[in-house]
């Protein structure tokens, strides 16, 4: 696969997981939170401790999800694989499992932490929806393209997990 294409390629595909991830985290916030009521942000279940699972399944999901989409598309040859290293981890899934806590200890631990220092009990709305998408999106542009490229490594026949 030529550079641009990869390029092109992995732009593309990280705007559509960025997309789809800033949706599916509005969703679950107002789902947890509720719409347009102050939100707690100490304790278990609240603004602050919500980061953890959001950073880990946000970047697991975009691994798997981009892995596998990119493995199906090399099979069917609407893909080239790039050439490179090897991924040190062959299984999309283990992958996954490694950027989400990657994501878990650089990501949503410190922000968890600073909004627990900063000593706010209740968080406005407004301001606590736009911090999880601003995170989930910066996860998802992250993790995406990773992801990606250590798909496009792959051996082209390697199976789908």
Same mark, same amino acid.
């Given at each position: 696969?030529?550079?641009q294409? $990869?390029?092109?390629?992995?732009r593309?595909?990280?705007?559509?997981s960025?997309?789809?991830?800033?949706v599916?985290?509005m969703v679950?916030?107002?789902f947890?939170?509720?719409?347009f009521?102050? =939100?707690?942000?100490?304790? +278990?279940?609240?603004? *602050?401790?919500?980061?953890?699972?959001?950073?880990?399944?946000?970047?697991l999901?975009? *691994?798997?999800?981009?892995?596998? $989409?990119?493995?199906?598309?090399?099979?069917?040859?609407?893909?080239?694989?790039?050439?490179?290293? $090897?991924?040190?981890? /062959? /299984?999309?899934?283990?992958?996954? +499992?490694?950027?989400?806590?990657?994501?878990?200890?650089?990501?949503?631990?410190?922000?968890?932490?600073? +909004?627990?220092? /900063?000593?706010?009990?209740?968080?406005?709305?407004?301001?606590? =929806?736009?911090?999880? +998408?601003?995170?989930?999106?910066?996860?998802?542009?992250?993790?995406?393209p990773?992801?990606?490229r250590?798909?496009?490594r792959e051996?082209?026949?390697?199976?789908?997990?």
């Open positions: 696969m030529q550079f294409e $990869v390029r092109r390629y992995v593309t595909e990280t705007t559509f960025t997309i789809g991830s800033t599916v985290g679950v916030f107002m947890v939170f509720g719409v009521e102050p =939100v707690p942000t100490r304790g +278990i279940g609240a603004y *602050a401790f919500d980061f953890l699972p959001q950073g880990f399944m946000t970047a999901i975009c *691994a798997v999800a981009g892995g596998g $989409v990119t493995r199906v598309r090399i099979r069917k040859g609407a893909i080239a694989p790039m050439a490179g290293p $090897v991924p040190r981890i /062959s /299984s999309i899934w283990g992958r996954g +499992i490694i950027y989400g806590l990657a994501a878990l200890t650089l990501g949503s631990l410190p922000v968890a932490a600073v +909004i627990m220092a /900063s000593g706010i009990d209740m968080m406005d709305w407004s301001l606590a =929806v736009t911090g999880k +998408i601003v995170f989930g999106a910066a996860v998802a542009m992250i993790v995406t990773r992801a990606l250590d798909a496009l051996p082209a026949l390697q199976s789908v997990d």
